[in-house]
Each structure stands twice: as structure tokens, then as C-alpha cells.
């Protein structure tokens, strides 16, 4: 064959492709069109994947339901997802594209809080509602972006929990406390509010460290070591607190308790870390023991397990519960407004206005925004509770009275176990 | 005292797990001229493939690393070809099309380990995860190990490229291509057999950082980093510099990191990576090309 011929027939088949993958189906009723920016490749692939598996479970029971039931009509939902491969430059783009190529009706937000400062300022351009199930830099709260709402507490709410049930429920209470960081919009602030609730609580702070995402954590291990802390507090993504808690023991550091967040509550920690993640301290504000009810069709954090076990084959943590939950707070205010799709201006607008009033109650718990201070737009309606890993398990240990088990402590030696 | 020699020890032995793949790369810009932007990605297929072993096998990792040396020679063996391919012949700018081959190699290999293994962080266990001996500082073992299996495995190597006569002809072919080819040195099968050693030991010194670290499809652009900075550091080609070169890396990241804080290693390592470019472009000694 003559090499000029090639280039026509490359293009014959690439357009014959790409119409046998096109959409052939003719339009039946019109869907909600809903966007989704998270990260499902790069450095955060496993939380965006997290976020992922949450926004596509309350999609999945919607449909399955037949849709959204709005004026004696039922309208499907249809997730567009745009990658932003963990970085804030592509999720701005993915969040342009989703909201004018694409015209989806409202963004589900991404999983990290880099990514997500990166997509608000965009959806307050092209006035689109969205809400993040997981973001938690206190940073999106208080830039007060009319636009952008969040299902999940800031960190400074939910991370303080392990900090003060260790320095009121346990005896001899610590006295001593390390903060190291990774240097990200949500580590960060993690790493913020431990120090800030260990001075809160009286303890003292004997060295408190921001490091790059993805060194080699022993040289930082070794100077927390020679610091000799009681605590060591890790605010981080899981990645990050699994290689630190392996350095630990390869330097045959076991400080009295080692607290993390976020990463402990998922089950790649446990799987990752095995016997080494027991007695690893953490926080969230939802766990499946919980006795939250709700008009969802979850309706109790059991249940929601339970049919989350089910679709994917390992337990839910509180970020796939959120991420649900913001599905559900969109289907809620919808519901109010009695908008179908596709939404014009007014009506997103009118979504927004709907959002600010919504006050419901589902298997995740209350879910009602703040419309004034730091927290503005975020949920205000949960509290945060201290978990340990005991046994394998995740289980409540405070503070105070949502004990559900008493904490382990201190930890014992690596070589003790 | 104690966190000075501690710190010390750490910077070596950070240094220890760069020295192979270093090593490795070195060689191959030195005999086949391509600067391999997917070394990173082998570390990381090395990686996967003992999670793998482990997780079908029940085994440990560090007991099979010659199956994986094996495995992964002749996984470089094979794909060399095609490389070679592309870097020879009449097309124009072959150290730029290397560079782009190799990248591409590197996002495929990417992408697949997304879509095979997935986006958990695996994990792999060895017998000596999480061991340390005290001698005053501790001595991580499997650190250690890998220290140990890097230093001899760069040594073996370069044993074999000083004192047989197929080194010989690597070092000629490195040397000059083309004149080496003139006196009879098959230089298509010493470039496959270069890459295939180098495969092969940077697969098995994945299976090392995977203990060591987390596994998980973007691991490798790290090691990329990491190694480029080595060999430029060493000289590019000249492998006898890339020992050194390593454990001044891991010094510089360790000391910096205890001494002036972790968010300046970043710092220092473009700093004398910079600095090298411009005042010594051939390497701290002199004998790159």
C-alpha cells in the first residue's frame, strides 16, 4: 500500500470509531446533568477514587429508583467526570470544561483541597451550584464562595477529637506532643489544629514540622525521634502517614500514641500497614456505628455500610459517606425548588438559594450549611468523634461521652506486640 | 552525637537505594545514547510485580529477586528493538526522539498499572520490614539490605564491564559507536544486553523500595528525579561515579532535612543540581560526557 493512502484510511476508521462509540441511543427524558471533578490518576488517585465510589453509589440509587421524583415526573441522573489528576491547574480546566462544553446542571466537587480552591473559583464564574463530599481546608470556608457548598466539617472541627481524648481520658496523660505536616491546602490546616488543640489542652508542642509531599520520610522521623514526644500527631493524606508510621518502626520509634488524619479510616491503612496500624489514633464524623436517621433511602449509617460492603466489597469511611451525602443534599434542594432539566440561570440560582435554607436529616446525619463566619457554606451540623484501630477494627474512644470503647494506651514497643 | 550519626547513616542509606538504579541508567545514555525517562516506571513495574508474587504466592519478595532480575532482563532484552528503533536510522534529533520514546513508554506503563492494579496502595512484606539492629544508632535491616544489594550489585556490574571481554565491548560501544562496530563488536546485541541488565536491575530494586515505601501507579516519576540528578551529579555515562554521587544525594537530603527542615531538601538537591550544570557540567568528576 502507498504511504499516501494511509492517511485517508487512518482517518476513515478513526471517524468510524468514534461513531460506533458516540451516542446512538435517540434522547429519552431529560436527565440531570451532573459534573464531577475529582482525581483519578496522579499522587491522590486512591481518594479521588474514594470520592468516586461515593458520588456513583448515590447516582446509582437514584437511578435505580427510577430518578429524582420532581412534579409528578421522575428525572435519572447522569455523572460526567472530569480527571483532574491531583492537580489544581487541571481540575480549573476540568471544572471549565464540564460547565461549557459538557453544560452539566451542577459540580460535585474533588476529593483534595488543593483541587477544590482550584474548582470554586470557576464555578463562582460560570455561577454553577457545587459541593465538595470532601474537602476540608478550612481555607474554601472562609473565602466565603457563594457558589461552593461542603457536606464535610473543615479539619479544625473534625481532627481535634484524638487530641482531646489523649489529653483528658488517658492516664498518665501525655504531656508532650510532635506535629509534622505535608505541605498541601489540607495537611496543612490538619497539622494546624493538632498543634493548636495540643495547646488547648495543655500540652506542650516540642516540634511542629510542614515537609514536601513524597521524601524520604526517615531523615524527619529521626529528628521527631531524638525530640522524644509523647504523641506524634501526622496530618496527611494515607500515603504519606503509612510510609511515616513505616519509618517509625524501621527506627524503632514508638511514641506513647501516634495520631493521623486523614487516611486511617480507610481500608487500605489497615491493609497497607497490617498489625502495624493498631493503636493508631484518628478522627472523623461518621462511622457506621452511628445512630443517625434519615429519609434517604439509606436511612441509618448501617444500612448505608451495608450497601456500600455490598457494591464494592470493603466497608465505607466517612469521605464515600459525605460524598453521598452531597449527592443527597443536591437531590433534596431540587426536590424544594421543583426544577427539571436542564437547569437555566434562575434556577441554578434558585438551587443555591435552596441549599443555603436545607436542613435535613439523612443516614449521614444533619446536613445544614452555614450561610455567615469561617465556616460559611460548609456543614455545620456533625460532631467529631476520636477512633482508635483495636483489634483490626476501627472503634470510638471519645472524647468524653462518645466512648463507645476505652482508648489503648499507651501504645506498646514495636518489638512488644 | 547520636542524631548526627543517625542522621548520617540515614543519608547513606538513602543513597543506597539510588546507587542501582543510577547505575542502570548511566549506562544506557553511556552505550546506547538514550536518555531512558522510564527508569521510574521499571522501579515501578518491579515494585507490582513482587506485590504480585506475594499476593499469589504467599512468598517473600526478597528470596525471589533473581526470578525478577531474570524477568525484567528479559523484558529489556525485548523491548530494546524497538527503541533502538527509534533513536537510529536517518531520523533527526535521535537523543530527542529517545527521550520522547522512553516518556511515552513511561505515561503507557503509567496508565496500565492504573487500570491492572488498580488505586489502592499495595503493600509488600520481607522478612525484615520493620527490623532494626542498635548499635548505639539504629540500623533500619532492610534499609540496610538494600544498601548492601545495591553497593554489590553496581560493583558486580562493574566487574563484569572492567575485566570480561563483553565489557570490554559495552565500554568500546560507549565509547564510540561507530568505530566500535567497525572492529566487530555487535553493537545491536551489546545495546539489548545493556538494557536488559539495566531492566533487570532496576525491577529488582523496585521490589526493595516497595517494601520500603508504598506502591501505587505514580511512584516512579520520583526515582526519575531522583536518578537523573545522580548520574548528572556522577557525569553522564560515567558509571564508577554514580556510588558517590548517590550517598552525597542521600547525605544532602538527610542532613537537610534534620538540620535545616524538611521543605528545604527540594531546595538543595535543584541547588547543587543547578549548580553542577553551570560550573560543572561534566560531573563532580569531570568524566562525564
Redesign the interface.
Given at each position: 500500500m502507498k504511504r499516501r493512502q494511509w492517511v485517508p484510511m487512518a482517518v476513515g476508521l478513526l471517524v468510524a470509531v468514534g461513531l460506533a462509540l458516540g451516542p446512538t441511543e435517540a434522547q429519552q427524558a431529560p436527565v440531570f446533568k451532573v459534573g464531577v471533578v475529582t482525581s483519578?490518576?496522579?499522587?491522590m488517585?486512591?481518594g479521588?477514587?474514594v470520592t468516586k465510589r461515593g458520588y456513583d453509589l448515590w447516582a446509582d440509587t437514584v437511578n435505580a429508583a427510577g430518578g429524582i421524583a420532581i412534579g409528578g415526573n421522575r428525572y435519572k441522573v447522569q455523572l460526567v467526570y472530569g480527571d483532574d489528576q491531583s492537580s489544581p491547574a487541571t481540575a480549573a480546566l476540568a471544572a471549565e470544561r464540564l460547565i461549557t462544553q459538557e453544560k452539566v446542571d451542577f459540580i460535585l466537587g474533588p476529593y483534595a483541597s488543593g483541587t477544590t480552591l482550584a474548582v470554586a473559583p470557576i464555578t463562582e464564574k460560570y455561577k454553577v451550584p457545587h459541593i465538595t463530599g470532601s474537602a476540608e481546608s478550612p481555607l474554601i470556608w472562609k473565602q466565603k464562595f457563594k457558589y461552593t457548598f461542603g457536606t464535610i466539617p473543615a479539619v479544625n472541627q473534625i481532627a481535634p477529637a484524638s487530641i482531646k481524648t489523649l489529653a483528658k481520658d488517658v492516664k498518665p496523660a501525655p504531656k508532650t506532643v510532635a506535629v509534622i505536616g505535608i505541605?498541601d491546602a489540607f495537611s496543612k490546616f490538619a497539622a494546624q489544629a493538632f498543634k493548636d488543640s495540643a495547646e488547648q489542652a495543655g500540652l506542650k508542642v516540642v516540634k511542629f514540622?510542614?515537609?514536601?509531599e513524597?521524601?524520604?520520610y526517615?531523615?524527619?522521623i529521626?529528628?521527631v525521634?531524638?525530640a522524644n514526644p509523647d504523641i506524634l500527631a501526622i496530618g496527611s493524606h494515607?500515603?504519606a502517614a503509612?510510609?511515616m508510621i513505616?519509618a517509625a518502626?524501621?527506627?524503632?520509634f514508638a511514641p506513647k500514641a501516634i495520631v493521623q488524619h486523614y487516611g486511617m479510616t480507610t481500608p487500605?491503612f489497615l491493609?497497607?500497614?497490617?498489625k502495624?496500624a493498631e493503636f493508631i489514633f484518628g478522627s472523623s464524623v461518621w462511622t457506621a456505628a452511628l445512630k443517625h436517621k434519615g429519609n434517604d433511602p439509606f436511612g441509618t449509617p448501617a444500612k448505608y455500610a451495608e450497601v456500600f460492603q455490598k457494591k464494592y466489597g470493603t466497608p465505607p469511611d466517612y469521605t464515600e459517606a459525605a460524598s453521598t451525602a452531597a449527592g443527597l443534599a443536591f437531590e433534596a434542594a431540587l426536590k424544594q425548588i421543583g426544577a427539571t432539566p436542564p437547569l437555566d440561570q434562575k434556577e441554578k440560582d434558585a438551587l443555591v438559594a435552596a441549599l443555603e435554607k436545607l436542613n435535613i436529616k439523612t443516614f449521614y446525619g444533619p446536613i445544614k450549611f452555614a450561610t455567615e463566619g469561617d465556616f460559611y457554606h460548609d456543614n455545620v451540623g456533625l460532631s467529631s468523634i476520636a477512633l482508635q484501630i483495636q483489634g483490626g477494627k476501627i472503634v470510638e474512644v471519645g472524647p468524653g461521652a462518645l466512648k463507645v470503647i476505652s482508648p489503648k494506651y499507651p501504645m506498646p514497643a514495636?518489638t512488644k506486640r | 552525637m547520636?542524631?548526627f550519626l543517625?542522621?548520617l547513616l540515614?543519608?547513606v542509606?538513602?543513597g543506597g537505594t539510588l546507587v542501582v538504579i543510577a547505575a542502570g541508567f548511566s549506562l544506557c545514555f553511556g552505550v546506547m545514547d538514550v536518555i531512558d525517562f522510564a527508569v521510574g516506571e521499571w522501579v515501578m513495574l518491579g515494585a507490582y510485580t513482587a506485590f504480585w508474587f506475594q499476593e499469589f504466592t504467599g512468598g517473600d519478595p526478597m528470596a525471589a529477586l533473581p526470578l525478577f532480575f531474570a524477568l525484567f532482563f528479559a523484558g529489556g532484552y525485548l523491548l530494546q528493538p524497538l527503541i533502538q528503533r527509534v533513536t537510529a536510522g536517518k531520523r533527526p534529533h535521535p537523543v530527542l526522539m529517545g527521550l520522547l520514546f522512553t516518556f511515552g513508554l513511561a505515561t503507557v506503563a503509567?496508565?496500565s498499572a492504573?487500570y491492572f492494579w488498580g488505586?489502592?496502595?499495595?503493600?509488600i512484606?520481607t522478612w525484615l520490614?520493620?527490623?532494626?539492629v542498635?548499635i548505639g544508632i539504629?540500623v533500619?535491616?532492610?534499609?540496610f539490605a538494600g544498601f548492601l544489594f545495591g553497593v554489590f550489585a553496581t560493583l558486580t556490574f562493574m566487574a563484569f564491564l572492567y575485566w570480561t571481554r563483553t565489557g570490554r565491548a559495552i565500554r568500546a560501544t560507549a565509547q564510540d559507536r561507530v568505530t566500535a562496530g567497525l572492529l566487530g563488536v555487535d553493537v545491536r546485541r551489546i545495546s539489548a544486553l545493556v538494557y536488559a541488565v539495566y531492566a533487570g536491575l532496576t525491577g529488582m530494586a523496585g521490589v526493595l523500595i516497595g517494601a520500603?515505601?508504598?506502591i501505587?501507579?505514580?511512584m516512579g516519576l520520583?526515582y526519575t528525579t531522583l536518578a537523573f540528578f545522580v548520574v548528572v551529579l556522577a557525569g553522564m555515562g560515567f558509571v564508577p561515579g554514580v556510588i558517590p554521587a548517590a550517598l552525597f544525594m542521600g547525605l544532602l537530603?538527610?542532613?537537610?532535612?534534620?538540620y535545616l527542615?524538611?521543605?528545604y531538601?527540594?531546595l538543595a538537591l535543584f541547588g547543587v543540581f543547578y549548580l553542577t550544570l553551570v560550573v560543572a557540567p561534566k560531573g563532580l568528576f569531570g568524566r562525564g560526557s
Open positions: 483519578l490518576s496522579g499522587e488517585n486512591f479521588g477514587n505541605d514540622e510542614i515537609v514536601p513524597g521524601a524520604d526517615t531523615p524527619t529521626t529528628a525521634k531524638a494515607e500515603k503509612m510510609e513505616k518502626k524501621e527506627l524503632g487500605d491493609k497497607g500497614l497490617g502495624d514495636w | 547520636e542524631l543517625q542522621t540515614d543519608g542509606l538513602i503509567k496508565g492504573l488505586f489502592n496502595f499495595r503493600s512484606r520490614s520493620g527490623q532494626n542498635q539504629t533500619p535491616s532492610l534499609r520500603l515505601f508504598s501505587h501507579a505514580g520520583r537530603q538527610s542532613l537537610t532535612a534534620v527542615g524538611s521543605r531538601v527540594g
